[in-house]
């Protein structure tokens, strides 16, 4: 891993721990700029489809489809190149759950 890349994952999880509408969009553009440098760098993939959801239900309701399309792309394709990542089975069971799917929830966070 490069050393610009795991800096740039520090400053994204240091914004996205700030709680705030803010600071949690700018924790997206950390994570998605660390994938656009490193297309598998799987935690960058699944911090960005949280920090996605917590946008949209938290700060952002009316872009809640925009968001809520976007977090589970990012979480599926983290999963699919590392199922064995814990944030990878977190944002993904979260993504299932948030709409109520909460087996296959359960199944990714098991």
Known sequence: MQVDIWVLYQKGLSAFYESSEIKTAESIG?????????????PALAMGAIAR???????????LETLSR???EKAEQGYSIDPSEPLAMLATARIH?????????LDHAR
């Open 30 to 42: 950390y994570f998605d700029k660390i994938n656009d440098l490193d297309p598998k760098f799987v």
């Open 97 to 105: 759950s948030g709409p109520g799917d909460h087996e296959a929830a």
């Open 70 to 72: 976007d977090a589970k």
């Open 53 to 63: 959801m917590i946008l949209a239900n938290v700060y952002r309701g009316d872009d």
